[in-house]
C-alpha cells in the first residue's frame, strides 16, 4: 500500500451540541423518550433552547468527534461535513481545526443554517438528542474529494448521514472511491432508531462496502433483529470482516472472523454525560489500527478514550488521549 496522508477520514454531520442538565420529570413533561436522538425542524430548536436552562455550547457531530479523539491521540485525521456560513458554523470550523483536525469542507452560502444538538443529560449521565441537521442535510457527492478519500487509510463513515438522500449518496460515493483505491471502510451504526429507519439498506451496505463496523449492544440487535447480544454479534461475524462492539460499563467485544476479544471498561468514578463515548471508543480504536497495534491494544485504546469522555460535560477529550493512554502503558 502506498503512504497515505491521513490515518482517518471521517464523513459525518457537521453539529454545534448545545449541552444541558435536566431532570427525569423534564424528559416526561415535553414527551422525549431517554436516551433516544431525534430529529426536528428549526421552530422546535427554537423552542428547545428557550426551554433549557443554562447551556453548555460546543462543537459536536459523531464523526466529527472520532476525529478529535484520533489527533489527541497523537494521529492524523480529516473531517467532511457541511456547516453554513453563519456565526454557528465559523465556531465548529474554528473549534475542529483547532483540535487538528483537517477540514476543508466549503461552508453553504445559503440554504439551511448549521446544525444542532440539544443534548439534554439526566443526572445518572444518559443523555437525549433532539437534532437540528440543517446545513447537514446538503452535504452533497460534490463535497467527497477522491484524493481526500484516497489519502486516507481508512474512511469512517456516520450512521446519522444515512438520513438526508443527498448526503446518503456522497456517503456511497465516498465508500466506494476508498474501496477502489485499496483503502478500508468502517461504519458506525450511530443509534437504534437510525437502524430501524434503515435496516436492510444498512445491511445491504454492510455487506456490499464495509470492512469495519462499530455499533453498541442495542444496535446491534436492532439491525439483526434478534433479542441476545451473542445472537448478533454471530451474524455480525458472518457479513463483516471486523465487528467492534460496545457494551457500555459490560466493556466491548472485538470479532475478526475466527479471532475474538473481550474488553473491559475502563473504571470511571462518576458518569457525569455519556455523550460521544461510542465516538471516542472509535477514535481510539481506529487509532490504534492504524498504526499496527493488536486489536486487543485497540480495544484497551478505545476503552481509556471512552472512559475519559464519559468523566465530564461534553463530547471532545478535555485530557491528552496520547498521554493518558501512556499512563496506562499503552
Not at 472511491?177 to 443509534?191: H, K, N, P, W
Not at 478514550?305 to 493512554?325: D, K, Q
Request: a negative charge; aromatic letters at 6%; hydrophobic letters at 40%.
Amino acid at each position: 500500500m502506498r503512504n497515505t496522508a491521513i490515518d482517518v477520514l471521517t464523513i459525518g454531520n457537521a453539529i454545534v451540541d448545545v449541552l444541558a442538565r435536566v431532570d427525569e420529570e423534564f424528559l416526561s413533561r415535553h414527551d422525549l423518550t431517554k436516551g433516544a436522538m431525534r430529529l426536528i425542524e428549526e421552530p422546535e430548536a427554537h423552542r428547545l433552547y428557550d426551554l433549557i436552562g443554562p447551556s453548555v455550547i460546543v462543537s459536536g457531530g459523531s464523526a466529527a468527534n472520532t476525529a478529535a479523539g484520533i489527533t489527541s491521540f497523537g494521529g492524523r485525521a480529516s473531517f467532511i461535513g457541511k456547516v453554513r456560513n453563519d456565526q454557528i458554523g465559523e465556531f465548529f470550523t474554528h473549534d475542529i481545526r483547532a483540535s487538528g483536525v483537517v477540514f476543508e469542507t466549503s461552508p453553504s452560502n445559503s440554504g439551511p443554517e448549521t446544525a444542532r444538538s440539544f443534548i439534554l443529560v439526566t443526572p445518572d449521565g444518559e443523555r437525549t438528542m433532539n437534532t437540528y441537521l440543517g446545513a447537514c442535510a446538503t452535504l452533497s457527492s460534490n463535497d467527497i474529494s477522491k484524493l481526500t478519500v484516497e489519502a486516507a487509510q481508512i474512511t469512517y463513515l456516520e450512521g446519522y448521514l444515512w438520513d438526508p438522500p443527498e448526503a446518503k449518496k456522497a456517503f456511497i460515493k465516498a465508500a466506494r472511491m476508498a474501496r477502489g483505491a485499496g483503502r478500508q471502510v468502517a461504519l458506525t451504526l450511530s443509534d437504534a432508531l437510525c437502524v430501524e429507519r434503515h435496516r436492510q439498506s444498512f445491511q445491504d451496505l454492510i455487506a456490499r462496502d464495509i470492512d469495519i463496523l462499530f455499533a453498541n449492544e442495542k444496535e446491534l440487535k436492532s439491525l439483526y433483529e434478534v433479542k441476545t447480544f451473542d445472537d448478533a454479534m454471530q451474524l455480525a461475524r458472518k457479513q463483516v470482516g471486523l465487528a467492534v462492539l460496545t457494551r457500555s460499563a459490560a466493556g466491548s467485544v472485538i470479532a475478526k472472523r475466527e479471532e475474538f476479544h473481550v474488553i473491559e471498561a475502563e473504571r470511571v468514578e462518576q458518569v457525569i454525560d455519556a455523550t460521544g463515548a461510542g465516538d471516542l471508543y472509535a477514535s481510539g480504536f481506529l487509532h490504534g489500527l492504524t498504526r499496527g497495534r493488536s486489536l486487543a491494544e485497540c480495544g484497551r485504546l478505545g476503552s481509556v478514550a471512552a472512559a475519559e469522555v464519559i468523566s465530564h460535560l461534553g463530547a471532545r477529550p478535555n485530557t491528552s488521549l496520547v498521554a493518558l493512554a501512556a499512563s496506562r502503558g499503552l
